[in-house]
């Protein structure tokens, strides 16, 4: 059962019009003032392990550790998060000795869930093989042979360098890191661990880049040394490990999948787990946000994307969210046709893209109806994945960045959820906290919708 505090706090069950104005004013004061409705404790300190790889468009630790208390959830029982980014949620669930599976597409993702749930590594093997792969880093980096090596010369191919993205000087020493790397830890844990911290070192520090949330180039490029920022790096993740030990039970451990959450039962059932007593995840929001571009950097230098043909396979996973994960054999969208809450929203954008140059506008309304229709589905192998009862939380927000028009994304994902031929009972809807839209002055609300089978 869910706690008293989250039916307290739902103003659908007010019954006066009047009274559910009142709550739902209190709640907007609330978030202006603490940013949050459900009681963060402010001496709580989220950053270790998170603090490894995360992402601008992720997931709040304390958001995650408030929904596991308020849905009751508790050793012994299992939890999903079919979009499980950077790991966030199974990090919280290890914390309280809770078994999670994480879903994700995103190769670097995956490697940066799997590494930050692994607390079991010898911190001075750590140590030892962090002395061998600088010193043999800086004996690779003097080859001359690094100009032809595949990665730099799909920087080169890519532009990645030309734009700004990173030097052609550091990008010689990433991959002289990466090869010193690979030699030592030839296969392992230890090899993915000190993989993910290049990967945390290169976008934080070496990189000419920062996030705003979309990923832009500096004027003005960083003066950092490669082989020093990461050796910090490694010692931080080494020191979090040796925090982590001390504080919490090491023996629980998650499970990280490759794979798409629109078919998340048969992958749960393929890890040995037929079904899941909650789910808490944050999908992806239509905006136009391409989270391959995020972690574009990190997919080169790992070695998973080196051709256009490696990053369309890992579109094609993904719940199409952007123009640019739009392909012609998409056809997810005849899930929704019927649902008039949809048909409306692209009517509306196809209509104002009419007088627009630009070919993205002119697809934005077919994006919003591929996006919920692939919700639908994912919706769908969620509700099979749960045991009778189950609850899941969905975090989502609201959105206007296409041509001004706002898409009630929460709203609507609630109404497909409890559609008869999905099945999912809509408990309430929680106020997180409340965004600034990129465009028009509209307040935009991140909200967390809770149902049960």
Same mark, same amino acid.
């Given at each position: 059962m869910l706690s008293g505090d989250f039916r307290r706090?739902?103003?659908?069950?007010?019954?006066?019009?009047?009274?559910?104005?009142?709550?739902?004013?209190?709640?907007?004061?609330?978030?202006?003032?603490?940013?949050?409705?459900?009681?963060?404790?402010?001496?709580?300190?989220?950053?270790?392990?998170?603090?490894?790889?995360? %992402?601008?468009? #992720?997931? /709040?630790?304390?958001? =995650?550790?408030? $929904?596991?208390? &308020?849905?009751?959830?508790?050793?012994?029982?299992?939890?999903?998060?079919?979009?499980?980014?950077?790991?966030?949620?199974?990090?919280?669930?290890?914390?309280?000795?809770? %078994?999670?599976? #994480?879903? /994700?597409?995103?190769? =670097?993702?995956? $490697?940066?869930? &799997?590494?930050?749930?692994?607390?079991q590594l010898s911190t001075d093997k750590i140590d030892s093989l962090l002395r061998l792969i600088v010193r043999e880093a800086r004996d690779i980096a003097k080859c001359p042979s690094l100009k032809s090596h595949k990665t730099y010369l799909h920087l080169l191919k890519s532009g990645m360098i030309r734009r700004g993205w990173i030097s052609a000087r550091k990008s010689i020493v990433v991959i002289a890191l990466l090869e010193a790397i690979d030699r030592v830890c030839p296969k392992g844990f230890y090899l993915e661990f000190f993989h993910l911290a290049v990967a945390s070192a290169l976008v934080r520090k070496i990189a000419d880049v920062k996030f705003g949330p979309e990923l832009y180039c500096l004027k003005t490029r960083k003066r950092t040394r490669v082989i020093s920022s990461f050796s910090h790096t490694v010692r931080s993740m080494?020191?979090?490990?040796?925090?982590?030990?001390?504080?919490?039970?090491?023996?629980?451990?998650?499970?990280?999948?490759?794979?798409?959450?629109?078919?998340?039962?048969?992958?749960?059932?393929?890890?040995?787990?037929?079904?899941?007593?909650?789910?808490?995840?944050?999908?992806?929001?239509?905006?136009?946000?391409?989270?391959?571009?995020?972690?574009?950097?990190?997919?080169?230098?790992?070695?998973?994307?080196?051709?256009?043909?490696?990053?369309?396979?890992?579109?094609?996973?993904?719940?199409?969210?952007?123009t640019k994960s739009l392909y012609k054999g998409d056809c997810e969208e005849r899930f929704i046709r019927a649902f008039p809450g949809i048909r409306k929203v692209s009517r509306t954008l196809d209509d104002r893209a009419q007088d627009r140059s630009d070919g993205f506008s002119k697809l934005y309304g077919r994006m919003i109806r591929e996006y919920?229709?692939?919700?639908?589905?994912?919706?769908?192998?969620?509700?099979?994945?749960?045991?009778?009862?189950?609850?899941?939380?969905?975090?989502?927000?609201?959105q206007q960045c296409f041509l001004g028009v706002h898409v009630d994304t929460p709203s609507i994902l609630m109404k497909i959820a409890t559609r008869p031929e999905i099945g999912f009972r809509h408990i309430e809807t929680l106020e997180w906290r409340s965004l600034r839209g990129s465009t028009g002055n509209k307040t935009l609300h991140e909200r967390v919708l809770i149902f049960r089978k």
């Open positions: 706090n739902n103003p659908a069950k007010t019954g006066l019009a009047t009274r559910r104005l009142s709550l739902v004013d209190s709640i907007y004061s609330m978030i202006c003032k603490e940013n949050t409705m459900i009681g963060v404790d402010p001496e709580r300190n989220d950053s270790a392990i998170h603090r490894w790889y995360s %992402t601008v468009m #992720g997931f /709040d630790p304390a958001l =995650v550790g408030q $929904l596991i208390d &308020r849905l009751s959830i508790s050793e012994g029982q299992n939890l999903l998060d079919p979009f499980c980014g950077t790991g966030t949620t199974l990090v919280e669930c290890q914390k309280k000795g809770i %078994t999670a599976i #994480g879903l /994700d597409v995103n190769p =670097v993702c995956v $490697l940066a869930t &799997r590494v930050k749930t692994n607390w080494s020191g979090d490990l040796k925090s982590i030990s001390s504080s919490y039970d090491l023996s629980t451990r998650s499970k990280v999948m490759y794979g798409d959450a629109r078919d998340c039962r048969t992958l749960i059932s393929k890890a040995g787990t037929p079904t899941v007593d909650f789910l808490i995840t944050s999908p992806p929001y239509p905006n136009e946000h391409d989270y391959t571009r995020t972690h574009r950097l990190e997919l080169v230098f790992l070695k998973y994307v080196h051709s256009l043909e490696q990053l369309r396979m890992i579109k094609h996973s993904m719940i199409r969210c952007n919920f229709g692939g919700m639908a589905v994912h919706l769908k192998s969620a509700y099979g994945s749960l045991t009778q009862g189950g609850h899941s939380a969905y975090v989502v927000a609201d």
